[in-house]
């Protein structure tokens, strides 16, 4: 989610290799030519951000390591890929931005590699089979920054006065490591980030350890479960850290600025208990790990669901927290295959906090509804139906948050409660670690209630202008 980690309105703004469904595998391949010895595709064609991701292989795990000196904001890493080829390739790219590469192996080879704007473009010695495993170690060095995305806020590595905000939807895990950055393609991921002693660096999954010599300290982090890259953070600073055991068994640890900490306590206090209640409504908790990293970015100015630890540029306020955390299930969990389909991440988010409310003495998910529904035609809103944005400019505009969770409340005004959970449930249990897609939900939506839905999703989610009240 890009919204604000502070609001008073609730518009305001894996080391053992995951495996990979054969669908998913067969779309990555389609992006790229099927003949032998081929290039794979410098993009896997996303309609709104063509060159992300690249066709011809899958990566199945990233193992990242790298030292970051927060004074002269210099990066010195190595990466390597565990990757499998859906197609025989004589070439492949990968998406790297800003970065200066110093070698680079296919297997135990060097390999030819040059630059193309953001690709990475990499000849290794011998063509790679179809279904092939290999390797790629890239050494690399630099100094990272954002990228400005279409709408002009920033993603990527972004430096602070005290180390490094790094949020990567959509575009910015290609700013510090080499990735096949575009959600079709998860993988689990190990991280290794050395950083100088009193700072601390925060990644995904569980903490596996940490060292400290010569002024030094390395933290070492693992995500066991498949992780679409933009989900990826190493997030740095000075820290004060808070590690704990729920009920469930979920690891949580949580990093925040002291600066941030007093504003934070309260809300973060509330973790435990908002991930039980989103148990009870999605199911269980799809992660090992959990928590949050409160950093003080005031050049951000919003919070990312990055995976199993939620990174906020300030203080988040409970709707936040909740929509951060809903996430971990629709978005994280289950990841969309187009950055279109963009609603069912945002608009599931927002729902819930809307559920929360209703279940917690706040207004009722309908009183929202309503509230929202009597803006005029001309209120943005209205701008652009949330299926389809039209535009990577418009990916995190109000329509796919609030219009997006609107259709959700009209799907649960047209099948009743019970079945409405049941779909919400099934939608996170059915497609665990993977992907889904619109068609999909409307299909597993009708299938659950016995109803024909097409007319409703096509005036909520397509349709322009204001809808006719459900």
Do not use: C
């Amino acid at each position: 989610m890009r919204q604000s980690a502070r609001r008073t309105d609730v518009l305001r703004r894996r080391t053992v290799p995951a495996t990979v469904p054969v669908a998913l595998a067969a779309l990555l391949a389609a992006a790229g030519p099927a003949t032998a010895g081929t290039d794979g595709a410098a993009g896997v064609g996303d309609p709104y951000f063509p060159l992300a991701g690249n066709g011809g292989y899958d990566v199945r795990h990233y193992d990242l390591t790298f030292r970051y000196d927060p004074k002269s904001r210099h990066l010195h890493g190595t990466a390597v890929l565990t990757a499998r080829a859906t197609q025989s390739l004589a070439r492949f790219h990968l998406d790297l931005k800003g970065l200066n590469v110093t070698g680079l192996t296919v297997g135990h080879a060097r390999a030819d590699f040059r630059r193309d704007g953001q690709e990475l473009v990499v000849t290794p010695r011998r063509a790679l089979r179809k279904g092939q495993e290999f390797r790629v170690t890239v050494t690399y060095q630099g100094t990272p920054g954002p990228v400005t995305d279409p709408d002009g806020s920033l993603d990527g590595w972004i430096p602070t006065d005290d180390g490094a905000f790094v949020a990567g939807e959509p575009q910015g895990a290609m700013t510090w490591f080499p990735a096949n950055n575009h959600p079709l393609d998860k993988a689990s991921y190990d991280f290794t980030i050395t950083v100088p002693e009193g700072r601390t660096a925060v990644a995904n999954g569980v903490l596996l350890g940490r060292r400290t010599a010569h002024g030094r300290t390395t933290f070492r982090w693992r995500q066991s479960e498949p992780m679409a890259a933009y989900l990826a953070t190493a997030t740095i600073g000075k820290f004060k850290a808070e590690r704990y055991t729920t009920r469930d068994g979920i690891q949580v640890y949580n990093a925040v600025d002291p600066r941030e900490a007093k504003a934070a306590a309260p809300v973060l206090k509330q973790l435990p208990s908002v991930l039980e209640w989103e148990s009870k409504l999605f199911g269980p908790y799809p992660f090992r790990a959990a928590g949050a990293i409160v950093d003080r970015a005031p050049n951000v100015g919003y919070a990312l669901e990055t995976q199993s630890r939620p990174v906020y540029s300030a203080a988040p306020d409970l709707s936040t927290l909740v929509h951060e955390s809903a996430h971990q299930w629709f978005g994280d969990s289950v990841t969309l295959t187009s950055w279109k389909d963009i609603w069912l991440n945002e608009g599931f988010a927002t729902y819930a906090e809307w559920l929360y409310s209703e279940q917690h003495g706040g207004a009722s998910a309908q009183q929202t509804f309503d509230e929202l529904y009597a803006r005029p035609a001309s209120d943005d809103l209205w701008a652009f139906p949330p299926g389809d944005p039209g535009s990577g400019a418009h990916i995190f505009g109000t329509p796919v948050y609030a219009r997006g969770a609107m259709a959700l409340h009209a799907l649960r005004k047209a099948v009743g409660d019970p079945a409405f959970h049941r779909i919400l449930r099934a939608w996170a249990t059915e497609h665990r670690d993977g992907h889904g897609t619109t068609p999909q939900f409307v299909r597993l939506a009708e299938r659950r209630s016995g109803k024909d839905l097409d007319a409703l999703f096509r005036t909520w989610l397509y349709a322009p202008g204001k809808p006719d009240r459900p």
